[in-house]
């Protein structure tokens, strides 16, 4: 197995990667604008698509403070291939970027609840504080559990409410 980074995906990774959408991200957002992360990173098996993540740096405010952070969302592993640790490796892997690839010493995703074990397991925590985000008409109070990995732990300590300065993800 080999992750690589793309742009884009083709339309039979997309198939492959995605034919299940419907069951897995519809629930996440109902009447919510979302925003496209342009960082595709998939890992292969025979140059086979058989997990995904996609990221990109976002802002993050808080006490008046902006920070970059890694959007992390598209988290997904082929049905057939699940169970062998390959979501954990990629999360790994954009893990290893932070600082050097990536412009930001913090991840962020939002997921839903059944998940936070699973995101906890890759050193992610839920972030207890208030998460609002951008919208057209606004700033929307976050409906999701938000999850944070954090190089070095302790970033985001306190409860004061954190305003991420765009679209979810």
């Known amino acids: 197995m080999k992750i690589v980074h793309k742009s884009k995906l083709t339309s039979r ?11 897995v991200f519809s629930p996440l957002a109902p009447g919510i604008e979302m925003s496209a992360l342009t960082h595709h990173y998939v890992m292969l098996d025979d140059d086979e698509a058989v997990a995904h993540a996609q990221c990109e740096v976002r802002v993050l405010e808080r006490q008046g403070k902006r920070r970059p952070i890694l959007g992390i969302g598209a988290v997904v592993v082929r049905p057939e291939y699940q169970g062998k ?12 970027l932070l ?10 995703l939002f997921c839903m609840p059944e ?4 995101y906890e397991l890759s050193g992610y925590r839920e972030v207890k504080s208030p998460v609002c985000f951008e919208q057209s008409t606004g700033l929307v109070l976050c409906p999701w559990v938000s999850m944070i990995y954090e190089r ?7 409860n004061s409410e954190i305003i991420i300065r765009s679209k979810p993800w």
Request: no cysteine; net charge negative; proline share 5%.
């Open 99 to 108: 600082g050097s690839s990536f412009d930001a010493q913090a991840a962020w």
């Open 85 to 96: 640790k390959l979501g954990h490796e990629l999360l790994k892997h954009l893990h290893g």
């Open 13 to 23: 990774e997309v198939d492959r990667l995605f034919r299940w959408r419907e069951h």
């Open 115 to 118: 998940l936070i074990r699973y």
């Open 152 to 158: 070095p732990p302790g970033l985001f300590e306190d």
